[in-house]
């Protein structure tokens, strides 16, 4: 009996020992080191000690913040010392004096990298510069993007078009592709790989598919082919390729985040491909299997799209006037519609809107119907939106509707949204953000649909 106490005791101990050493294991480090200086305007001493330097983490408003690294200048304005750390990422830098906070500043803490800090006091907003492997690549990233947005704008004005504007983006989604090589293993590097295939899928998909699959097996990357891929999967090979391609992903990845991301695009793929019992069983197995997420707003707003918002169910009433005038579901019966749910400052809306005017106005001469709801609450606010912009089709009149009932009805959860309904009222698909860009195969969905019904002559 001893023996076995003893057994059990050395059994014990080997176990806690291995539990130590694997969450020490877990630990990272980074070396910081830095030189800081004080303007002769407030201190002619020479003495450049008592600068502080803290980096913090803290993952909410209420918890305490664990400090990860912390060191003070000596007289020469030096300092240097590890920071341990868990997680790869951006931590608050507190720079300090005296006991009194002078500036804040994010630093990006990666395993085995090391960070040198500089500058001077008072101007640290001027002069603080962070160096490192993590920071010199996202300098690197940023400058490009930076140069790219004002290549975009030139395009959005016209003066980049054709065979000009494709070369162009040809150039840039390989310079991106240049950083995520030459950075790989950084946030850069990452940044840069969505960014050139981002680029792509807008004018050589099967080049961006080719991308797709050299990161597919990065499991910070593999949300692209959840996404990108998935979307070209579904539109060249179909739904069914579409699926075990999302299968193949599950597959690969490691990580339990990325397996949740491909489940939920499933989720939404089926939904959106109106296999809607699928897409609801699935969505009570991935509530099964991640407990934890069973109430979170994804999956709510999931379940009530697939409950009320389906493809094929009856668009929910809606009403509103325009200058008196009265639009509602049952006034558009008998024709096509794309109904859509905004603010007009979005950002994102502003950019889709000479689009979705191209497509009005293509496919108006089939009867499609654009329909804007404004979530603006004053009427100056939408006014001054078409100020500049031409208005062709019916924008309700600020607060010409029940702004709450509306959100809550449509189940309105990121802006803008849009409902494609065909002629018969019944919902086509529902597209939130970038989605949007699908909306020519659901239009054409609707052709088909009434080519096919027409009588033979």
Partial sequence: MLTKVKYFFIVLVIGVISWGCSSESETKTAYISGSFTVSDSIDSSGDFSGIGFTIIKKDSANADADTLYHAVTDSNGSFSGMATFLEKRRY??????????????????????????????????????IASREHNAMETYQRLGKNFRRIMQLARAGQLQGDT?????????????????????????????????????????????????????????????????????????????????????????????????IARERIKLLYDSARVDQA???????????????????????????NYLSPGDTIP??????????????????????????????????????????????YKNFGLKVVTLPLDESQVTVDAFFEERVKPWPVADAQAFDREELLKKFNIRLLPTRFLVD???????KYVGNEFEDVIQGIQKIINKENNEEPAS
Avoid: C
């Fill in 92 to 129: 608050p830098l507190i720079i300090s004096r005296n006991n009194r906070n002078l500036a804040r500043a994010g630093v990006i803490l990666a395993e085995d990298d090391s960070v040198f800090i500089t500058g001077q006091l008072p101007n640290i907003r001027e002069t603080l510069k």
């Fill in 165 to 261: 504007l494709r070369d162009e983006l040809q150039k840039w989604t390989n310079l991106y592709w240049d950083v995520y090589e030459e950075e790989e293993g950084t946030f850069a590097s990452n940044f840069a790989a969505r960014e050139a295939i981002k680029i792509l899928e807008s004018f050589d998909k099967p080049q961006m598919m080719n991308r797709i699959r050299i990161v597919d097996d990065h499991d910070d990357l593999s949300d692209l082919g959840a996404t990108f891929g998935k979307r070209y999967m579904a539109e060249n090979k179909g739904l069914d390729s579409a699926l075990v391609y999302l299968d193949s992903l599950s597959q690969i990845t490691e990580s339990e985040n990325s397996l949740k991301g």
């Fill in 280 to 306: 609801q069983q699935e969505l009570a197995d991935f509530k099964e299997k991640y407990p934890e997420d069973s109430t979170s707003n994804w999956v709510e707003s999931m379940s009530y799209d697939i």
């Fill in 317 to 362: 009433e809606f009403q509103f006037s325009q200058n008196g005038k009265i639009i509602s579901r049952d006034s558009l019966s008998g024709t096509p519609y794309i109904l859509e749910v905004t603010r007009l400052s979005n950002q994102l809306y502003q950019e889709q809107f000479d689009r979705t005017v191209v497509i009005h106005s293509i």
């Fill in 423 to 429: 002629k018969n009222g019944q919902i086509i698909r």
